[in-house]
């Protein structure tokens, strides 16, 4: 078929039309990733992502800078929740590096957010930062606020990793634009980091508060991406105070939305709040395991960065060992990098 195409002189204009498709599903997929139907979407994803790489190759070849980068930018959930991070990182070295897409444009913003989100979640932050950074200056210059707004809550995570008050600035600056435009979901979402000046001093009350307000915000909006990464940052704060009924169900549902979707990343940072949560519950050994399962995702598909709560509270396993000996720490540790997915996720719901 290919070679009757090509002697037609009809394959370009094939591909041309294939790519335009494509971009066009990815571009319609991306408001569906955290949605409530976001496991039918990221599903159709998957069955065609041997089509999606043919019309990012296409668009690379030629030339076209802006459709390619804002393509690879409306993937960028899809690549994170189902465990490609490895293959997106690259297709954002390609389309960030196309000749024709330096300038300072919307698609190459996106890109970029895109970008620093992929290595944010393989645990690079100075290449997430560099990508973020360049993302708010091209927002900076465009002056679209609800895009600026966005760019700046995305690299309030890679500052707040070295100074928490100017983290604090950016997302108060965050909270204003997307207030100026009603972006209700753009408010939550800076609200729910907005909680760490807090978390940092020990004021959990207030964390506590804020973070049931905008769980409550995303379950009405159904956005179960954002209500699981609510949930985990609840679960830490339930556990600083002893709520540990309450820790442990929020932990557990959201480990039971991210496995709905088949998101390896996700279910790995799970792992590891469990593990905070198992140690302040005494449970030292369980709490190596879990960290050591994470870990064996980490390895297998390149994420998750952490911990919600890691700025705060540091390594579990590190706490934990200050409870054991090293035989019995060494041993916890390799049964949890020896576990599956599944026995992970079976072990986590049974321990506690």
Request: aromatic letters at 8%.
């Amino acid at each position: 078929g290919l070679e009757h195409l090509r002697a037609s002189g009809e394959i370009d204009d094939l591909k041309r039309r294939h790519a335009a498709h494509f971009a066009g599903l990815a571009a319609e997929a991306e408001a569906h990733l955290s949605a409530d139907d976001q496991v039918e979407w990221l599903d159709r994803l998957d069955r065609e992502h041997a089509n999606l790489r043919a019309a990012l190759e296409w668009l690379i070849e030629a030339g076209d800078a802006d459709q390619a980068q804002e393509t690879a930018g409306a993937l960028w959930r899809f690549w994170q929740q189902r465990g490609h991070l490895a293959e997106g990182l690259g297709w954002f070295e390609l389309v960030l590096t196309m000749p024709a897409g330096r300038d300072a444009t919307p698609a190459r913003a996106k890109a970029l957010i895109g970008a620093g989100g992929t290595a944010w979640w393989q645990q690079d932050r100075v290449a997430a930062g560099t990508a973020y950074e360049e993302a708010v200056a091209i927002e900076r210059k465009l002056g679209d606020p609800a895009r600026l707004a966005e760019a700046l809550y995305n690299f309030s995570f890679v500052v707040a990793g070295e100074d928490m008050d100017e983290a604090g600035r950016l997302l108060e600056e965050s909270l204003s634009l997307f207030r100026e435009v009603n972006n209700e979901p753009g408010v939550a979402q800076v609200q729910a980091m907005l909680v760490m000046q807090d978390a940092e001093a020990g004021n959990w009350g207030p964390v506590i508060e804020r973070l049931e307000e905008t769980t409550g915000i995303w379950r009405r909006l159904k956005d179960r991406l954002h209500l699981a990464f609510d949930l985990l940052w609840l679960a830490f704060a339930y556990g600083r105070v002893d709520r540990r009924t309450d820790a442990r169900s929020a932990g557990l549902e959201a480990l039971d939305l991210f496995c709905a979707v088949d998101n390896p990343t996700g279910i790995g940072i799970t792992l590891v709040d469990l593990a905070f949560l198992a140690n302040w519950e005494g449970r030292h050994e369980d709490a190596i395991r879990l960290a050591g399962a994470s870990e064996a995702l980490r390895a297998a598909v390149g994420g998750p960065p952490g911990a919600i709560g890691g700025l705060l509270a540091g390594d579990p396993v590190a706490e934990a060992k200050a409870h054991l000996d090293e035989e019995t720490a060494d041993q916890a540790w390799k049964q949890g990098l020896a576990m599956s997915v599944d026995e992970a996720v079976v072990f986590a719901r049974q321990t506690g």
